[in-house]
């Protein structure tokens, strides 16, 4: 998320409230507009199945649920060292070895990924039929592109086409749907998975106009970043654990005998859970895009000043007074989002209390969405504390906070599992590990900041080398030379073409 904050400080700059607003927005839509998105697109899709036919709903929530929490995970995987490398390839201005690492990443999830995933969908063949379970595929496997595309926004700076892609896919998807279930009356789960695949489509062919206009194509071996794998293993343990904690209480609850219900297959789910889940998720979404405007507009303007006071041989008053002042904007606005994020909390729980109610939930139900709520606040405060570890390169903290909170929650609930009155609390003590670990963390980093920078790097570079990135670097030292001798035989082609012209015209 690193390159949103030059367009942000920009925004920002401007005074009054539609600045404002617009910067907001544009932070909103970025951070957390796939899961809005999905969010909108379900609440939406429901409605129209209710009026028609619900026969077959439990399956077709079944296939979407399984597909986004499947995407999510597998995103996860390469989503911070693809950015990391786009990051880098365009602080060094290399811009022709973004797109390759793109299409790179694609190759390297969806193929081995995509064959477990239609192994999985095969179980539900005696119920699901196979135009359905290729629709679900593809509804999965688009969604992990777009997902990857979301860490090259950062090359982009028309935010207002972004949106404009955003509402497309919002709106085909439930245009298609409607179309389909209303007018044409076909299965509910075949319309709205086409409707989705369609939806999402729409989302991943304008992203990738965009990308398109902004990069080069590119040249070398599309798998040139997987020295970055080796090189920053800590970046994708870390983004895995960390997407894993949110996810792994529910996954725990829909295979539990007590709390899961079987739907066909492999596929599982836990009603009560699930929908408190869903409502509860979204709590965390304003410290997400909080998080992102104070930490690239403010805390960032003191993080550049200090850096820039390191890497200019300044005096060493200069790298106190400068290092202070860094670290004191960074405990006001993590102080900031602490108390935005309990104001939020505390008026979503009183607001949703209502229309809950009205919906049918029961007073165990509400219960369950409180403290899901409670922990999905702490969870979002404790990714910024992680995330922001990244910020002082500090990967093995990064990575160490979110394996003990992925460890904590799942051990939490599993073993919480024979109380019912507790449901939920197991993951709020996983979030409030991971909070304090990365906390701690942070404010030993800080503390000693100086050390940090200057001591704690190898004075000799290290350099990883292993099967992968060997690899790597002889597939993409292969690319470069075919490209060059391609380059180079249709120059000749074009000079033997101009020469034998030149021959022929008359003297």
Request: with cysteine; net charge positive; charged share 15%.
């Amino acid at each position: 998320m690193a390159g949103i904050g030059f367009e942000l400080k920009r925004i920002f700059q401007g005074k009054g409230i539609a600045s404002t607003a617009w910067g907001y927005s544009c932070a909103a839509m970025i951070v957390s507009g796939p899961t809005f998105l999905a969010v909108i697109m379900l609440l939406v899709l429901q409605r129209i199945a209710m009026s028609s036919s619900m026969e077959g709903w439990d399956i077709l929530l079944g296939l979407i649920t399984y597909a986004m929490f499947a995407a999510l995970i597998v995103s996860s995987v390469l989503s911070q060292v693809l950015s990391r490398w786009s990051a880098d390839a365009l602080y060094s201005k290399k811009y022709n070895r973004i797109l390759p690492s793109l299409f790179g990443g694609y190759t390297v999830l969806i193929v081995p990924f995509g064959i477990l995933y239609w192994l999985l969908l095969r179980t539900t063949a005696s119920v699901v039929s196979t135009p359905d379970r290729i629709l679900a595929w593809l509804f999965f496997s688009i969604m992990v592109m777009v997902y990857l595309e979301l860490g090259y926004l950062t090359a982009l700076k028309n935010y207002m086409r972004v949106l404009m892609w955003f509402v497309a896919g919002v709106v085909g998807t439930i245009a298609i749907a409607f179309f389909y279930i209303v007018v044409l009356q076909l299965s509910v789960t075949t319309s709205i998975l086409t409707g989705l695949v369609a939806g999402y489509g729409i989302i991943f062919c304008g992203y990738t106009i965009q990308l398109y206009r902004e990069l080069p194509i590119g040249n070398g071996s599309k798998f040139r970043f997987l020295e970055y794998v080796v090189k920053y293993y800590e970046l994708i343990l870390s983004s895995l654990f960390s997407i894993l904690m949110v996810y792994s209480h529910i996954l725990i609850m829909w295979y539990s005998p007590r709390y899961g219900e079987h739907i066909v297959g492999l596929l599982y789910r836990s009603p009560m859970y699930d929908t408190s889940a869903f409502y509860a998720f979204l709590v965390g979404l304003p410290t997400n895009i909080l998080f992102v405007v104070s930490m690239e507009t403010k805390f960032y303007e003191k993080f550049k000043v200090f850096f820039d006071t390191v890497s200019s041989n300044g005096t060493l008053k200069d790298l106190d007074i400068t290092g202070k002042e860094m670290i004191n904007q960074l405990w006001l606005e993590v102080l900031h989002l602490e108390l935005i994020q309990l104001i939020f909390l505390m008026a979503y729980m009183a607001l949703m209390r209502f229309y809950l109610a009205t919906i049918g939930f029961t007073r165990t139900l509400l219960i369950v969405f409180f403290l899901l709520c409670i922990g999905y606040a702490i969870q979002s405060l404790g990714q910024c504390l992680v995330l922001l570890l990244l910020y002082f390169d500090d990967r093995k903290g990064a990575m160490v906070s979110s394996l003990i909170g992925f460890v904590a929650t799942t051990a939490a609930t599993y073993a919480l599992l024979p109380y019912e009155n507790l449901m939920g609390i197991g993951f709020i003590i996983g979030a409030l590990i991971m909070f304090t670990v990365s906390f701690i963390r942070l404010k030993k980093i800080l503390s000693n900041i100086d050390n940090q920078i200057f001591a704690s790097q190898p004075i000799f570079a290290i350099n990883r080398r292993n099967l992968i990135s060997s690899l790597a670097i002889a597939l993409d030292k292969g690319a470069i030379d075919r490209e060059d001798r391609r380059a180079q035989r249709q120059e000749a082609k074009s000079k033997g073409k101009t020469k034998k012209e030149n021959e022929r015209r008359p003297s």
